[in-house]
């Protein structure tokens, strides 16, 4: 099955600052890569999501890039703000299974 | 809104028990998941079901089963509840294997 591991597991930064996540995975096949941001007592949301075909993809202050050859996507959040506080997680998915990475605590520091 | 309702949100039991969480979606989506969360394990897919008559283990089977009574129901049931079964369990819907929508949660306490 897919193996999928996610650095760091917790993260501060300043409002105002770049947070960078970064996401490996162990399956060739794995063609869709979402991410999702759960807050505090919530369901996980997704927030942004790439396909293999696709190097980099950007909404807003959010971004992805996916590097196919060394199976390894990273999530970008610029201009951090205390909302983007959360614990946020990567999946690999190949058509029906979604495989997720262990979960990075974001908090934003005012 | 359409969306995907699980109930009960919380549930407490004794180890042993025989308990059923349960899953229903308003949204036409065809795939449905069940996914336990557990800190600093992320979430582990332990059922999925890509219609009525398909259902699929997971990486954490073992001790659970599933039953897709319709296309917009999908249960998750503990024969014998134990307490390393304690955790919050997600439902989750797709369309075409993109885009998972994930329900409320269910927090289960095994005592």
């Known amino acids: 099955g897919e193996n999928v591991e996610q650095h760091p597991s917790t993260l501060s930064v300043q409002e105002g600052d770049s947070a960078v996540i970064k996401c490996t995975y162990s399956?060739?096949?794995?063609?869709?890569f979402p991410w999702y941001k759960q807050e505090l007592g919530k369901r996980p949301q997704l927030i942004i999501d790439?396909?293999?075909?696709?190097g980099e993809k950007k909404d807003q202050r959010i971004a992805v890039t996916l590097n196919k050859t060394a199976k390894h996507f990273s999530l970008h959040i610029t201009e951090t703000q205390p909302e983007d506080s959360a614990v946020y997680f990567c999946?690999?998915?190949?058509?029906?299974?979604?495989?997720f990475g262990t979960g990075t605590s974001l908090t934003v520091i005012p | 809104d359409a969306d995907v309702t699980q109930t009960p949100r919380n549930r407490i039991t004794k180890t042993g028990k025989r308990i059923m969480l349960e899953c229903s979606q308003t949204k036409g989506h065809d795939r449905m998941y069940w996914y336990r969360q557990d800190p600093g394990l992320g979430l582990r897919l332990i059922y999925y079901?890509?219609?009525?008559?398909?259902?699929n283990k997971g990486e954490i089977s073992d001790g659970y089963s599933v039953s897709r009574q319709a296309q917009a129901k999908f249960s998750l049931s503990l024969e014998s509840a134990i307490p390393n079964q304690t955790a919050l369990y997600f439902c989750?819907?797709?369309?075409?294997?993109?885009?998972?929508?994930f329900g409320s949660g269910t927090q289960l306490s095994v005592l």
């Open positions: 399956d060739s096949a794995s063609n869709y």
């Open positions: 790439i396909r293999s075909n696709v």
């Open positions: 079901s890509f219609d009525v008559k398909d259902i």
């Open positions: 989750a819907t797709s369309r075409s294997g993109e885009k998972l929508f």
């Open positions: 999946a690999a998915s190949k058509e029906l299974e979604f495989y």
